[in-house]
Structures are given as structure tokens and as C-alpha cells.
């Protein structure tokens, strides 16, 4: 049920120089696949003028309770000879058991071809270092809970959400609606405690 599992807490970086060629790790902790490319694209978008932006991820898909929950892995190469840089950069990653993870080395080539063997070496230390600048969690399966009330009830729900210590946005427009990410084995009796407290008045999405 709703497993821990390993990540990263927040986005790094690590560069470092190999006979000219700078390269530079990004990693960053991710919820989804489509989170995952978007975080890759951006990085590209970023570097463009770079000689090979390189991508690994390893992402939790599917739902557990449903059909058990599975890891999309992915790489690419990018352009270096293969199996030179995407493999490498995940296989640090599956190493390290992270999950919900994903990396992009930008390389600036500096003008020495470094072989196979120094294209491995060096994808996978930028993905090491990057890792460990910014350490390792161990993280709970999360869900989104979106509660929309009347301002009578959004001081109650306000005080639960604190007590709690979640993570969430709140939005007064009309109706008060609060984003909250909630672990998901303690999706449904945070879900009970909201009705409760509100004596069912809340809308729960």
C-alpha cells in the first residue's frame, strides 16, 4: 500500500570540465512522466547552444490500488555514440533506487573526442554529483485533494490543513479553494476528516 520510495528533494546542479568539454548535470524530483519531459524540454530550451543535452528519467506510473504500480524508464543518447550518455546517466539513477527522478547532462564539447569509455564516465558523474548536491528522501506516493468552501467553513479547513502540516495553495475568489498534496495512504480519512468538519458542505475533487 502506497510504498515509500527514494528521490530527490529538490532541483541541482553539478559542472565540471573533462579535456574541454564542460559538462553540466540538472537533476530534479518529479511527479509524472509528462512532468518528467517538460523539466527535459525546458532544460533543452535552455541550452540550446549546447552540443548534446542528455535525458534519463525514472518515473512511478500507473495506480497502485488498480493495476499495481509500474516505473517508466527512459534515456536518449542525443546525438553521442550509443549507449555513450542516456544509459549511463540512468544507470546511476537505478543504482541509487531513485525514483520519480529525472536528470539532463548538458555537454559543451571542447574540442577532444574523450572515447566510449570517458563518455560514460563522464555522463555518469554529472549525474552522481548532481545527486549528491542535493542528497536523497525518501518520499510517500502523493495525491492532489482540491476542497472548494464557503469562507464560513475556510477558517476550519484552513486550521486542519496546518495541524497537518500539508502542503497546499489557497485561493479566495467567490468560494475559498485549497490545492492540497496529501500522502495518498492518508488520502481517505483526510478526505472523512474535511466532510466531517464541515458537516459535508465542502466539495472534495
Known amino acids: ?10 532541483p ?18 518529479v511527479e509524472s512522466v509528462d512532468a518528467a519531459e517538460t523539466f527535459v524540454d525546458a532544460v533543452r530550451e535552455e541550452y540550446a547552444d ?7 528519467y525514472r518515473v512511478r506510473a500507473g495506480d497502485e490500488e488498480t ?10 543518447d542525443d546525438g553521442e555514440p550509443s549507449g ?15 525514483e520519480n527522478c529525472a536528470v539532463v547532462v548538458t555537454r559543451y564539447y571542447g574540442g577532444t573526442n574523450l572515447g566510449v569509455g570517458g563518455l560514460v564516465r563522464a555522463y555518469s558523474r554529472a549525474v552522481k554529483e548532481a545527486v549528491e ?7 510517500r506516493p502523493h495525491e492532489r485533494v482540491v476542497i472548494t468552501v464557503a469562507y464560513d467553513d475556510s ?4 486550521s486542519i490543513l496546518e495541524s497537518e502540516g500539508y502542503e497546499f495553495e489557497a485561493d479566495y475568489e467567490a468560494t475559498v479553494s485549497f490545492d492540497v ?25
Open 67 to 76: 493495476d499495481g504500480h509500474f516505473l517508466r524508464e527512459y534515456s536518449s
Open 12 to 29: 541541482a546542479t553539478a559542472e565540471f570540465v573533462v579535456q574541454g568539454s564542460e559538462f553540466i548535470g540538472h537533476v530534479r524530483p
Open 133 to 139: 548536491a542535493t542528497g536523497i528522501v525518501e518520499e
Open 181 to 205: 498534496r496529501v500522502p495518498r495512504a492518508e488520502g481517505e480519512a483526510f478526505r472523512d476528516r474535511i466532510r466531517s468538519a464541515t458537516s459535508g458542505r465542502a466539495d472534495l475533487a
Open 50 to 56: 549546447a552540443t548534446h543535452n542528455v535525458p534519463a
Open 1 to 10: 500500500m502506497s510504498r515509500a520510495y527514494r528521490t530527490v528533494p529538490e
Open 84 to 98: 555513450s550518455a542516456g544509459k549511463p546517466a540512468l544507470n546511476v539513477l537505478a543504482q541509487q533506487d531513485l
Open 155 to 158: 477558517g476550519t479547513v484552513r
